[in-house]
C-alpha cells in the first residue's frame, strides 16, 4: 500500500488500539445505518498526517436532512445536544476522538456522507 511515495507499513502512530477498534466499530455501524449501497474507505498522508476517510451514498433525502443537522453539532463540538439525540453513535464518535485528541470532521458532498479521521505519525 503506497501513500504518496510512503509504504503504509512505514507509518507508525501511538494510539489506544481499543478505543481505535471501537471508533472504527461505531463509524461502520453508522454507515451501515445511513448507506444506500456504496460504501468506500480510503487513506491519505501528507505531511506525517495520515488520514482515514470512510465515505458512503445517503439512502434519502430525509435522512441527508437529518445527517446535515448531526454533522452541524458533531462539528461544532456541540456534546451536549450530541447526547440529547435518539442515537448515539456520532456522540460515541466524539467522545472517543476527544479522549484520542485526534481529529475527526464530518461533511456532505452532494449525497456523499463523509467521515475524515486524521492521525498524526509519530515523530522519530
Not at 29 to 46: D, G, L, P, T
Not at 65 to 81: A, G, H
Not at 87 to 103: P, R
Request: proline share 1%; aromatic share 8%.
Amino acid at each position: 500500500f503506497d501513500l504518496n511515495g510512503k509504504k503504509l507499513e512505514e507509518i507508525v502512530v501511538y494510539s489506544n488500539l481499543s478505543l481505535i477498534e471501537i471508533l472504527f466499530i461505531d463509524i461502520i455501524q453508522n454507515i451501515k445505518k445511513h448507506a444506500k449501497s456504496e460504501r468506500r474507505v480510503s487513506f491519505e498522508y501528507k505531511d506525517g498526517i495520515i488520514s482515514i476517510i470512510f465515505r458512503n451514498n445517503i439512502k434519502s433525502p430525509k435522512e441527508k436532512r437529518s445527517l446535515l443537522k448531526d454533522i452541524k453539532l458533531f462539528n461544532d463540538d456541540d456534546k451536549t445536544q450530541l447526547l440529547l439525540k435518539k442515537g448515539h453513535g456520532f456522540s460515541n464518535i466524539k467522545e472517543i476522538i476527544t479522549n484520542l485528541s485526534i481529529f475527526c470532521e464530518m461533511s456532505i458532498n452532494r449525497d456523499i456522507f463523509e467521515i475524515k479521521i486524521n492521525i498524526n505519525e509519530k515523530e522519530k
